[in-house]
Every structure is written in C-alpha cells, then in structure tokens.
C-alpha cells in the first residue's frame, strides 16, 4: 500500500513517478528546494546557462551563469555587449573599441603586421641579398606597382642611426620595393624603377628600428633579384664650393649621397651633389656634366638651394649628360645641382667654364673672287653678339674680313644656307658704319651689293633671322665691274627717245620709290631752257622704276615714280631751271626686274604746271571748266592717294577773307589743294572728298595773296572738272561768330551747308565738314546741357574757350544717339564760350542746337 499524497513513485496515482530532482506534495510533483521549474525540467536559475536568473535567458558564448547573471568567461572583458579576449580580438584590441587596420592583428593586446613568411637579415650594411619572387606569396598591396606581384619579405634592423638605401640593381625582371614599419606596416617608401627596371628606396632610421624590405615586380613581374642595402651620407646643399678659376673640374660620386634638392626637370628621391659658385666677372658660364657614369640632371639656382631656378636640363644633344648656361654679373653667387633621372647615380664630372666670345671678324676672306666659302653657325653655346641693321638678326653669327683688290661693286649672298639668313656688311670693323643689309632676296637667303673702293676692309656678317636661325651657311663673293655714271649723256635735246636694256646692268644705286636690288642704266640730261620736262618709260618691257637726282650719281633724289596711269611703267614731270642737269635713272622695281626699256624726254609746253599757271585773276565768285586728261603729273597730293595728272591754277584774293574752292559737278574722283605762291612746301589745304567724290576746301587768304589751286584726281582718275572759287562773306565763322547771348533755356537751328570748314574737332580730327560757329556766355554758375539732338545728319559738336582757337573744353560725336551729340559743362558767371557745331567726316546740313541747365 502507498500514500498517493507523498510517495514520488506513485504520486497522485499508481505508476505516476517524480523525476528525480522532485518531491511528490499533496499528490504532486514539485521541484527540490532552490530548484524551479522551467521547461519542463528543474533548473537552478542561479548556474544554468540556459535559465541564467529566469526561464529561457540564455548566457552568450564565452559567457558563464554566476549568482543568477551571465558574465564574460575568465580572461574576458564584456565590449559592447560581447565578451572578447582583449589580448587577440582585431576589433578590440588591448582595450574595448580600439581596432586593428587592415593587414593587422592582435596579438598579446598590441596590434602587428599580418607578414607570414619572413627572413630576418639582420642589419650589416653594406649587404647584398639574392632571391627569386617565382611562386612566393603576396601578402602588401603596394601602393606603386599597378596589379603587384609575388614577394619576398626580409626584416632589416638598424645597428646604427642614419640614412639606408636599398635597390635591385642587377636584378632580372621589373622590380619594386617597398619599406614598411615593422609594427604597423605602415608604407615608408615605395618604388617600381629608378633608371631603368631596377628599384631603388631610402629611409631613415634610428638606432634598432626594424623595417620589412618588400622585394616583388611591377604589374605581374617576377623572377631573380639582387637587393642591395648600404648606408648614405645625409642630404646636405651645398657639399662644396666651386673656385673661380678657369676651366674648372669637380668629380664625385652621388650614389650613396642624399637626396637634398629635387630639380624642376628632374626626379623625386634621387640623390645629388651640389656647388656653390660666385662669378668673378660678369659674363657668360657654362656648366656640364660631360664625362659622367650615369644619366644625369643639371640644375643651376640663384643664391642658394632655395633659390629660384635659372636654367635645368636633363639630356643636351644625342648624350645622357648635361649642359646649362648662364649669364651672371660680377659676384654674382650660383649653387649648381647635380642629380639623377629617376633615381640613376653613380661617378659624376662637373665642369665650369667662362664663355669667350669669338673674335670679330673671325675668318678672312682675304681679297680673292670669285670664292665661295662654308661653315656653320650651329657651334655650341655660341649667340647674337651683333645686331642686325635691318630685320631679324638675333642668331648666331659668323664673321669675315674683305678686302677690296679694285674700286667695283662686289656681291655677297648665302645662296645655297640650310636656314634662314640675314647678311649685313660694315665698314672695316664689326662696328663700323653699316654698309648694307638684307633678310630675304632668294627665298629665306641674303644678297648685299657694296661699291668698294681699292684697298676698302669690310666685315662680312652671315647672321641668322630668328634666335633658332642656325646650321651650315654658304657665303658667295663676286665682283662687278662699275661703268661709267652717267653712262650716256642726253644733252639738251627735246623731245627724244632713246632705248636700252637693264639685263646684265649692274646695281649701285637705290631708288627712294621702287623695290632694292635691281640693275639701272643712268642718261644725264640738261634743261635748254626754264619749263616743265616729262620723261617716261612707257613702251618698256619690264615693270619700271624712274627716278631723278640732282647733277649726278651723287645728288639727291629729286622725284621718283614707280608706276604711272595705271601700269607698270614710270613717268616724271619735273620743272627744270634753264642749263640745270638731272641724273635719270631707269630702275627695276624688285631684284628681277630688268630688261628692254624706251626712255623719253620731252618739253611740256602747255598750260597749268607749276611754273606755268593758269591765272584766275582775282574775281569772285567764278568757275572755270577743263580737263586733266592731257595734263603732267607733277605734284603729289598731301590727302588722298594720287599718281594722276593735274591741272594747276593761280588765284589772287581781292580782299581779306575765307574763300571756298569747289569741283562740285566734276565727272571725275578729284583731289584738291591750294599752295601759297608755289608747289614747293606743304599746301595750305587739301581735301580729297566732301560729301560725295568731288572735293572742297576753305582757306583764309589776305588781300594780294596769291595762291595755286591744283585740281588733281584721286589715284589715277582724270577728265573733265569743275572749279569753283567764291568768299563766304556769312557768318557763324570763327572770325564771325553767332552770338546767342545768355538765354536759358535756349533753342537754335539753321544750317552747315555752305559754311566754310575752318577748324577739325578733336574727336573726330579727319573731319572736312563745314561748320557753323557760336559764342554764349553763361547766366549763372552751374551745370549746361548742350546737344545737337533734333538735327537731320551726323553732327560734331565742340566746345572752346577764347574762340576758335583757345583751349577745347568738350568735344562729343555721338552721345545724343541718332547721330547727334551731347555733353555737359561746368561754368562759371560770364564765361563766354565758342560752340562749333561741326559734322562727322564731310557731313553736313540742317542742325538744332539747345542749350540747357543740368538736372540736378
């Protein structure tokens, strides 16, 4: 018999048996003292992990049930809510939060490199490693070499402190390098080529720091390699002083030197030697580093190695060496670098020498002809010591003495030079008198013809266009014989013609109208008597240039005409002086211009010349017809581009006053001038077009002057004219003007057509306008508008003190739009002032002038 109340085997039945950690109470199963049931089973909340102080709290891994609360196993410390061991964990490592980098982790609470496989060399310096990157491992992504490669690692430990170099010379394939701290890996330095595939990196250390040598390829490359470690000496600019002596030569060697400076041609991380230099004299100084092992750089610095750079060069001419020049003043100071291209060092020669100029002249061409010479301008270092006379001229020279062996004409060229040339001869030494110059006569080649008298010296210069001008030259000398000047003697005949030809003639003369370094034949001719003498060369074969001197070859140009009517051919009107003898000249107008000519010579005894005006007495108004069709050519307009004929007349004024000479109704494009007494001088006036093709002028003549009127065409027009010569007896003139007085506001009109034109506006100085001329004295002190504006053409308008002729206050052309003008002035109380209501070029026409204070 059992009692179902309490017996665990049988409890509120039979068979009904309690587990083991529980009691049967009252007929049922309960859970041992400190026990409680969860989940169907009796637990101690106080240890299990699972039921950690309540039913289904569960400890996390690494977490143990203590007193009913989950805590962080032995060793570990509770970041964030996870328990990790602080001495290994990347992300908390040492302390909660402080993680690890990439590549990195943590060990014994400290984080390190991730390196596998390393070789420990120790720290003998120098040392040389060999290996082979074939089927290593990779384990840095080094920040220069592309894709990377296999590699191999070495711990390096510094014995001493001081400056380390490791490279790959010798190596077989693309290698890099790349140093990193041993704790942290952090990159020191990186390298892929330096000179060519090999490596080479630097790093400064202190006293038992350890680097990690990485030794892999560029971009996929692997293979045997050569690493070299040796010590270097720290960078120091400058290493040395250079002393000014002549030539000079320093020799070093860079490759276990620092790397000081790096030159603005040059490379990073290349290690250099440097110089002071001070010039003991001002000139030119040349640097190279001819004769050196190795691909160098050569940089020259103003001062010091921080100064600013004067020249840099990597590789001069077809070498690996280099060359710099400067020109430096007395005591000038200098600090020349020599480096290296991408890290190349090795054995270096510096050399310093003080350019001397060549002699000048240089060579010598003695007294021979014909002879032909060659040589070159291309020398090195070599520069423009003379200047040029005429274009050009600032390359290198080469320079020649010539000595005349007769009195003749003698031609120097460079037919046949490689560049462009310019030829300039002096007279007996290089700084003599300039005797000729040329640029270009045959292409981009030179020609100078000289007259030479027996015994003569002159310095032949063969000079180069541009500062790039050099290379091989050809320099050619000849000699022409000079004939006679004049050749032919024309006496005092009239008309007569007379032909020749100019090919095979020789030149020695220069026209002031024509083209240079065409052949002449010279005639001297004398006037029989006083007139007006046209010669010409129409009927010639070839494109003319005629021109006059005075006597003979020796005179002066007295006129000289290219192309006459049109054409090609020349012709002169010249008044002559009875018995005066001229020098005619029938030129070329270029180099190639030559052949059969036709020479005439002939009296002009018509009307209308210079010396044979036609008198309009002194009436007013008048007009006068003609035509200039037959006329000479004898003057040349001072406005307007003239070689056409003319016809000349002579005016007398009757009475003091602005007179007004016209060819309105003319059917030609003329020119008009009016001289005081005779041709010779500048003409009064002169005005090509007023308003249309025709021409008008006003001048201001007293009674009895005498004046020539000369009714010219523009360029070659002629045929039949107008004059018309009236005095503007009117007012509104600058010796007449309109008083307005001191109303205000105030308006005018009236009109410039038919006014004289007196005085050109300063803003618009080609002005030929007429104009019609004001005086007006202010009210008060203030501010005046004055403005064309309402009038019917393009207006200029001036504003004048003291008249016409005092100082210009204001002058507007278009600030009243439309054409019109406008300006504001500045007066005082009972200032008079000259207003000139004038046109833009030769406009004219209806004006409304207004006159008004300033808004204030």
Same mark, same amino acid.
């Given at each position: ?79 964030? %809510? ?100 041993? #704790? ?24 038992? =720091? ?104 990597? #590789? ?76 050009? %001229? ?23 030079? &490689? ?121 010639? &074969? ?103 004929? =003319? ?40 005005? #090509? ?112 003190? #003291? ?54």
């Amino acid at each position: 018999c059992v009692d179902l109340h309490v017996d665990p085997r049988h409890c509120g039945g039979c068979g009904h048996a309690c587990a083991a950690d529980e009691r049967c109470e009252g007929g049922a199963c309960a859970c041992d003292g400190g026990l409680e049931a969860c989940d169907g089973g009796c637990v101690d909340l106080t240890s299990d992990p699972h039921h950690c102080g309540g039913c289904e709290t569960r400890c996390a891994h690494n977490e143990t049930c203590t007193d009913g609360a989950c805590l962080c196993n032995e060793g570990l410390v509770d970041c964030d %809510g996870k328990c990790v061991d602080l001495m290994r964990s990347p992300e908390h490592c040492g302390e909660c939060g402080a993680a690890c980098g990439p590549g990195l982790v943590c060990q014994a609470g400290t984080c390190a490199c991730l390196i596998g496989d390393h070789e420990d060399i120790g720290g003998a310096v120098p040392q040389v490693v060999t290996g082979s990157t074939l089927g290593a491992e990779t384990y840095f992504g080094l920040a220069c070499v592309a894709a990377g490669s296999s590699e191999i690692v070495y711990r390096f430990t510094a014995e001493e402190a001081g400056n380390y170099r490791f490279d790959t010379a010798g190596s077989s394939y693309d290698t890099a390098i790349g140093l990193l701290g041993f #704790d942290v890996c952090d990159e020191r330095a990186c390298n892929d080529d330096r000179g060519g595939p090999e490596a080479s990196a630097a790093v400064s250390l202190e006293e038992g =720091e350890a680097i990690l040598v990485v030794v892999t390829g560029y971009n996929g490359a692997q293979g045997d390699f050569v690493l070299r470690i040796d010590r270097t000496v720290p960078p120091a600019c400058p290493a040395g002083n250079i002393e000014p002596t002549f030539p000079q030569t320093v020799t070093g060697d860079t490759t276990l030197l620092g790397d000081a400076v790096t030159p603005s041609c040059g490379s990073v991380d290349t290690p250099d030697a440097s110089y002071t230099f001070t010039a003991p004299r001002a000139g030119r100084y040349i640097f190279d580093t001819a004769g050196s092992a190795y691909d160098t750089v050569l940089e020259l610095r103003s001062g010091s190695c921080a100064g600013s750079v004067i020249a840099c060069n990597d #590789d001069t001419g077809d070498t690996e060496q280099s060359r710099a020049v400067a020109t430096l003043s007395a005591g000038q100071t200098v600090v020349a670098i020599v480096d290296g291209i991408d890290g190349d060092s090795g054995p270096f020669t510096l050399n310093v020498t003080e350019y001397v100029p060549p002699p000048c002249p240089e060579l010598t061409l003695g007294s021979t002809f014909p002879q032909t010479v060659t040589g070159t301008t291309a020398i090195m270092d070599r520069e423009s010591a003379l200047s040029s006379p005429c274009s050009g %001229g600032s390359g290198p020279e080469a320079t020649y003495a010539f000595t005349a062996p007769a009195d003749a004409l003698y031609t120097f060229d460079t037919f046949g030079t &490689s560049f462009d040339t310019v030829l300039h001869v002096h007279d007996a030494t290089c700084s003599g008198p300039n005797l000729g110059c040329n640029d270009d006569t045959s292409g981009l080649q030179s020609q100078v013809k000289v007259r030479l008298r027996e015994g003569q010296t002159v310095v032949v210069v063969v000079d180069g266009y541009a500062s790039t001008s050099s290379g091989a030259y050809t320099l050619n000398v000849s000699q022409t014989a000079i004939p006679p000047c004049p050749e032919i003697d024309l006496g005092t005949a009239v008309p007569q013609t007379v032909t020749g030809t100019t090919a095979g003639a020789v030149d020695i003369m220069n026209s002031t109208c024509g083209g240079a370094g065409a052949s002449e034949v010279t005639y001297a001719f004398t006037a029989p008597s006083a007139g007006t003498y046209i010669f010409d060369t129409f009927g010639s &074969s070839f494109n003319t240039v005629l021109y006059a001197r005075d006597v003979d070859c020796s005179g002066a140009v007295l006129k000289c005409n290219g192309d006459a009517g049109g054409g090609v051919q020349s012709r002169l009107t010249m008044d002559l002086a009875e018995g005066q003898t001229i020098l005619l000249v029938i030129d070329g107008s270029s180099a190639s211009a030559s052949g059969e000519f036709t020479l005439t010579a002939q009296r002009y005894d018509g009307g209308g010349t210079c010396s044979t005006p036609i008198d309009l007495g002194s009436t007013v108004p008048q007009v006068v017809t003609g035509s200039t069709a037959e006329q000479p050519e004898s003057v040349t307009p001072a406005c307007g581009v003239s070689n056409a004929p =003319e016809m000349i007349y002579s005016f007398t004024a009757p009475d003091n006053g602005i007179y007004i000479f016209n060819t309105f109704g003319s059917s030609f494009d003329t020119v008009l001038q009016v001289y005081d007494g005779s041709c010779a001088g500048t003409p009064l006036r002169c005005n #090509d077009d007023a308003g249309g093709p025709q021409s008008r002028l006003t001048v201001n003549l007293v009674a009895g002057q005498t004046v020539l009127v000369v009714v010219d065409g523009r360029s070659t027009n002629r045929g039949d004219y107008v004059l018309q010569v009236d005095l503007f007896d009117g007012v509104g003139t600058c010796a007449t003007p309109i008083d307005l007085g001191s109303e205000l506001p105030l308006t005018t009109t009236g009109s410039t057509a038919g006014q004289p034109n007196s005085i050109a506006p300063s803003c618009a100085a080609a002005s030929t306008a007429p104009e019609t001329v004001f005086t007006y004295t202010a009210p008060a002190d203030g501010s005046y508008v004055i403005s064309t504006i309402g009038s019917s053409y393009d207006t200029v308008l001036h504003v004048h003190s #003291d008249g016409c002729s005092g100082r210009t206050l204001s002058c507007n052309d278009d600030s009243g739009g439309l054409g019109t003008s406008r300006m504001t002035l500045t007066l005082t109380a009972g200032q008079v002032i000259t207003i000139v209501v004038d046109g833009y070029n030769s406009a004219s026409g209806n004006f409304t002038l207004n006159i008004s204070a300033a808004p204030r």
